[in-house]
Nanobody, 122 residues
Framework: VQLQASGGGLVQAGGSLRLSCATFGRVFSSYAVGWFRQAPGKEREFVAAFVFSDTTTYYADSVKGRFTISKHNLKNTVYLQMNSLKPEDTGVYYC????????????????WGQGTLVTVSS
């Protein structure tokens, strides 16, 4: 299984970006995809997750109401729509996948994609 993240870029505060995470390979119905981010000098933190089996979504408190995670109807691609972006949303965003559902806000995922940089200017 391989994951490929894309969609990062430079945006002004208040703007929007949509990140994509494509999973290549066989996945099971219990598959979950999580988005994490890492700001310069800080630890990687959980952002959002999507569970394929029941379409349950999870969000960090810091992004609730601004970010939306969703899945393409036909493809194993998960999107992270980011609205009302703030400078503190700046960082490298990673997507990760695992079988067995959502592991909580930790990073116990089996597969990781490369990061995509999001920069929010003030």
């Amino acid at each position: 299984v391989q994951l490929q993240a894309s969609g990062g870029g430079l945006v002004q505060a208040g703007g929007s970006l949509r990140l994509s995470c494509a999973t290549f390979g066989r996945v099971f119905s219990s598959y979950a995809v999580g988005w994490f981010r890492q700001a310069p000098g800080k630890e990687r933190e959980f952002v959002a997750a999507f569970v394929f089996s029941d379409t349950t979504t999870y969000y960090a408190d810091s992004v609730k109401g601004r970010f939306t995670i969703s899945k393409h109807n036909l493809k194993n691609t998960v999107y992270l729509q980011m609205n009302s972006l703030k400078p503190e949303d700046t960082g490298v965003y990673y997507c990760a996948g695992r079988d067995g559902g959502w592991p909580g806000v930790g990073d116990e995922y089996d597969f990781w994609g490369q990061g995509t940089l999001v920069t929010v200017s003030s």
